[in-house]
């Protein structure tokens, strides 16, 4: 199976005369319900259903206290090499960028480990740029030995790997992937990354499902809102994501929402994406998924984070840095600009202020 036999039902889908015909008793009939049907979810993101935001939000902040509580689980990235060989218009790791390459030596990762861990933070994500010779499986496995000191919980943000790679990186001490398809329209996804192996658009498709039977205890999904109209996005987005949990009932999945930001590269967003798009993008799927995980960044900005709290989302960055070694070297590039510069102190602070609990720590692996 792969989830492209799901994407090419709606390859020529005709979204806008779908979206024409609904009208406003069709979204509240769908707001009320207790189980969406795709196309219900796909109604949510809808024109019609702007109208209805308000109810939206208020269904989704239901759900999400049911489901997780006032909780808020924190984490930060650290990123390990920006050693990147794609041509990826829109980030600012292409290899055609002028940027300083560099990847963390061990006692590096140490140091930022203990910078990091010293917050209170036990959530991890590990990021590197596709580049197999200088970041191959076996260095980040080295990298994981080394932090799995300091946290409990480790994800990966890398390129993508073979069910086996997976599986080596779950026994090393790994629990968790994130991996975003960055657009789910194979034709501009081809525009997009002209040369690489990350034009192999089906082989980064499947990567999450092969995550999952590798055994991995967390996935996380998500399109970069601005590449394409974000409404068919956030649509297979949450189809896919769907799919995995039906298929994978033991793995934790959840999306992030991702808005383009500033970066070296300078590649604007072809579509605008608004505030309030997001909101009706992150509500919607907190409807027609109940139990699934949101994920919202430090690329959006610290008013907005405050007022998607209560909105569905389930987990939060703080004290970010994109630069590779950047918490001990503050001149190094990042991959991009961050909008939330809050330190993990600050998020907290925020949070109790509003009657949240932050979590530092919500899972402990056995040992063997």
């Known amino acids: 199976m792969s989830f492209l036999a799901e994407v090419d039902k709606f390859r020529q889908f005709d979204y806008d005369g779908?979206?024409?015909?609904?009208?406003?008793?069709?979204?509240?009939?769908?707001?009320?319900?207790?189980?969406?049907?795709?196309?219900?979810?796909?109604?949510?993101?809808?024109?019609?259903?702007?109208?209805?935001?308000?109810?939206?939000?208020?269904?989704?902040?239901?759900?999400?206290?049911?489901?997780?509580?006032?909780?808020?689980?924190?984490?930060t990235p650290l990123y390990l090499a920006n050693y990147c060989v794609n041509q990826c218009l829109y980030c600012g790791f292409n290899i055609k960028n002028k940027l300083e390459r560099k990847k963390l030596t061990p006692a590096e990762v140490e140091a930022e480990a203990k910078i990091i861990a010293a917050t209170g933070l036990k959530h991890l994500l590990i990021l590197t740029g596709e580049s197999q010779s200088q970041s191959p499986v076996s260095y980040i496995i080295d990298c994981v030995d080394i932090l799995k000191k300091y946290f409990t919980c480790i994800g990966i943000e890398v390129y993508p790997l073979t069910e086996q790679e997976y599986a080596q990186t779950v026994a090393a001490g790994v629990d968790g992937l994130t991996i975003y398809q960055e657009v789910y329209d194979a034709a501009?996804?081809?525009?997009?990354?002209?040369?690489?192996?990350?034009?192999?658009?089906?082989?980064?498709?499947?990567?999450?499902?092969?995550?999952?039977?590798?055994?991995?205890?967390?996935?996380?999904?998500?399109?970069?809102?601005?590449?394409?109209?974000?409404?068919?996005?956030?649509?297979?987005?949450?189809?896919?994501?769907?799919?995995?949990?039906?298929?994978?009932?033991?793995?934790?999945?959840?999306?992030?929402?991702?808005?383009?930001?500033?970066?070296?590269?300078?590649?604007?967003?072809?579509?605008?994406?608004?505030?309030?798009?997001?909101?009706?993008?992150?509500?919607?799927?907190?409807?027609?998924?109940?139990?699934?995980?949101?994920?919202?960044?430090?690329?959006?900005?610290?008013?907005?984070?405050?007022?998607?709290?209560?909105?569905g989302v389930t987990k939060m960055s703080a004290g970010v840095c994109t630069a590779v070694g950047g918490r001990v070297d503050t001149e190094n590039v990042g991959q991009f600009e961050i909008s939330d510069g809050r330190s993990v102190v600050e998020m907290a602070e925020m949070l109790y202020a509003n009657d949240y609990q932050p979590l530092y720590k919500d899972w402990q692996a056995l040992e063997a």
């Open 18 to 75: 779908f979206f024409a015909r609904l009208t406003d008793h069709d979204i509240q009939r769908i707001i009320g319900k207790n189980r969406l049907a795709v196309l219900d979810y796909l109604a949510l993101l809808s024109p019609r259903a702007e109208r209805h935001l308000e109810a939206m939000a208020r269904r989704a902040n239901h759900l999400t206290q049911q489901h997780f509580g006032k909780t808020m689980l924190l984490f």
């Open 188 to 311: 501009i996804y081809s525009e997009l990354h002209p040369a690489g192996p990350k034009r192999n658009y089906q082989y980064r498709l499947d990567a999450p499902e092969r995550a999952c039977q590798a055994g991995m205890r967390t996935v996380n999904i998500g399109a970069l809102i601005g590449l394409n109209d974000w409404r068919s996005e956030a649509f297979l987005t949450g189809l896919h994501a769907e799919y995995l949990q039906s298929r994978y009932p033991e793995v934790e999945v959840s999306i992030s929402p991702p808005r383009m930001r500033p970066h070296l590269g300078g590649y604007p967003p072809k579509v605008v994406v608004s505030d309030r798009n997001l909101v009706q993008y992150i509500t919607a799927f907190r409807l027609f998924m109940p139990r699934g995980g949101i994920t919202v960044s430090t690329r959006e900005s610290a008013e907005l984070r405050n007022n998607l709290l209560k909105l």
